[in-house]
């Protein structure tokens, strides 16, 4: 590298622009920190490679302050199982209205569009440089900093970042990851799937369901529906191994496997390729100043829609410990606990969508008898609980994702409390904490919403709590029945953000 390369000094250099890498790079620049953030497409993808949000992640869109996009994203209902003659066999309601999470269960979004919109935002923040059409080519760790070598995918152009911390979010066949060095963990759940995403011109016929999805198994290639951001459609097809993707991906092949539900002159192509799904879990998460997230640190089949929501995770995980590292007010083992809570938390949906792809593939389903109508299931709600690191585990249920209820003003409890650490609960248990307690919060910049909102109190008094220290990712820190619990709790808080007894030393 010839000394006239130019170079930029970053806190964070955020490699990979998808949800995941876009989540991290806004909201560190949100919070002041120096963020490059790096990606060989100089445009978003066009076509989505993620469709479907839940309501923890719309809460994670709300801290990116985007939740006025909601209106945009589609409604879910239904998911039917077919057999091979068409029949139902099984009926799951996907949505479940608005949650605890003060968001409905489950949405459809357009992934182009939301990336377009944080990627203007990053444009216009004076706290990150956007490298967007280039690729890392180089990453050399050294003295307290690591050395980032880009080049310009249309030029020969080059540049070097001086970056304190490099996270890759830069997809499956993750850059930063080879250079890390880690060891892949494999749940066997390999499976590819011919995509094909159309946008309909004309309207959908009366047994196409405009926001149901289905699967039809016990055929040769198992047969996937799903309405994605209206109006928009997606129909997959698995593959088994004898079958070769480049006869599944000729044009004519989509038109055959349309044909049913439209002529081929009635919509629009905008996706038709193969994509093999893996269930993969490396380790480690993090070595010295470079850490993987996103697809690079886990990748699952589409079975539970999770892919892109645990990618979220681990952004709001890091958008809150990386700062206080790069600020000094945290140790670097405070970054220990990443993955020490992070991994446990999405392997346990990387273990589920593997079983559920192996059983579709060899699934023969039969309908009810005539007469007998389908079963229907209730959807199972997942919220594993985090895996060791900053919380107290001396009353349960801590380390579960808490939820957000509204103040009494109407807000949101997360408009009110920002992306920052929060005491809520019953005013006459916080008021018992003592002074010193008080200026730990102030010192800590914890947030303690003013005045009685019953809404907060009601949602605390059922975790047999009268106070909750709750997170910035929004998971629960610690519960306390009186201000002596509070005491103790903000102490230990204080003591595992200083880098003393983190539960990650002992996972």
Known sequence: MESSTPRIDVDVAVIGCGTTGLTLASLLGKAGIKVAAVDRSRLQVPHPRATHLDDETMRAFQALGLQHLEPRFSPVGKYRFYDRRWRTCMEVPLDRGYTEQGWRSNYMFHQPDWEATVRGELNDSSSAEIFFGWEVTELSEAEGRVEVILQEVSSDQQRALNAGFVVGADGAGSFVRGAMGCELTDYEATHRSLIVDIMPLVELPADLPDRDTFIQGGITNPLTYVPIAAPRLRFELMLRPQDDSR???????????LAPWFKADEYRILRDDVYEWRSIVPSPWRRGRMMIAGDAAHTMPPMLGQGMCSGIRDALNLAWKLPRVVRGESPIELLDTYESERRPHTTTFVEISARLANEIEHLQP???????????????????????GVRDDAAEPTGVLSAQPKLDDGR????????????????????????????????????????????????????????????????????????????RLTDRLAAQLAGAGLAAEAA
């Open 366 to 388: 039969e309908a009810p008898p005539e007469g007998i109508a389908p079963p229907v299931q209730e959807s199972e709600v997942l919220r594993p609980q985090i895996g060791p």
């Open 247 to 257: 006869e599944f991906e000729r044009v004519d092949r989509a038109y055959q496997l």
């Open 412 to 487: 949101l409890l997360d408009d009110a409390v920002g992306f920052r650490f929060a005491v809520v609960g019953d005013p006459e248990t916080i008021a018992a904490a003592g002074e010193g307690t008080r200026s730990a919060w102030e010192r800590l910049d914890v947030a303690v919403p003013a005045g009685r909102h019953e809404e907060v109190i009601e949602w605390v008094r059922s975790l047999g709590a009268g106070a909750v220290v709750i997170r910035p990712d929004r998971y629960i820190f610690g519960l306390a029945e009186s201000g002596a619990d509070l005491d």
